[in-house]
């Protein structure tokens, strides 16, 4: 009966995360209020507190969750037989052109302030430690294939990837900088970083 049980709590926190994360796809991150999860899963708001201890424990998760969509939606426009230019290409144009709601959402809920509280800071480090991981297999296969040469350094390439990906993507998606500028900056960046223009 426990297995049951803790599977219907999983299920249930899942379907809970993921009424946060249409409602800041829709919304942006300041429409994520326990009110409008509670409308989208159709339960009241007491409901929350017999899954989580705290609305912050819950707002954690669903940004957690919002990395791991970011990243998920992002990779799954690579194939295997794509050459790097057109990996680099489609990663700019989903994270410049395609991404805005979740993206814009995402760097929301950053700037608000989240809480510093040691647990969600080590699961935040963790997604983060996964995305790099995630990434830096992906460039092992293209430098194996010889397309990115042997002397980069894959895993500092990925992390200034990734901060740069950051703030520009805050500059276009929450300053409303020209799109198709910051995105051809972010193409000639990662070349020169990945060293492809030589």
């Known amino acids: 009966m426990p297995r049951i ?3 219907y709590r999983k299920e249930a926190k899942k379907k809970i995360i993921n009424a946060g994360l ?3 796809s829709t919304e942006g991150w300041t429409g ?4 409008a999860i509670a409308k989208k899963v159709g339960v009241t708001k007491g409901a929350f507190y017999s899954y989580y201890a705290s609305s912050n424990l819950l707002m954690q998760d669903v940004v957690i969750e919002m990395i ?3 990243r998920n939606q992002m990779f799954k426009r690579i194939t295997k037989e794509m ?3 057109a ?3 489609s990663l700019a144009e989903f994270i410049f052109n395609k991404s805005k709601p979740i993206l814009l959402a995402f760097v929301q809920a950053m700037a608000s302030g989240l809480p510093k509280e040691e647990a969600f800071q080590e699961k935040l480090s963790g997604i983060i430690d996964e995305n790099h991981e995630f990434f830096l297999n992906i460039l092992t296969q293209y430098q194996k294939k010889g397309q990115i040469k ?3 350094d ?10 740069m990906s950051i703030g520009l993507g805050m500059m276009t998606h929450v300053l409303g900088k020209d799109s198709s500028q910051i995105k051809q900056i972010w193409l000639d960046s990662v070349k020169k970083i990945l060293l492809l223009d030589e």
């Open 150 to 152: 042997k002397e980069v």
């Open 68 to 70: 791991r969509t970011i």
């Open 83 to 85: 050459e790097i230019d």
């Open 5 to 7: 049980n803790s599977d």
């Open 154 to 163: 894959l895993s500092g390439a990925v992390l200034a990837i990734y901060g």
């Open 32 to 35: 994520v209020t326990l009110d």
């Open 22 to 24: 249409e409602v800041a």
């Open 87 to 89: 990996v680099l290409e």
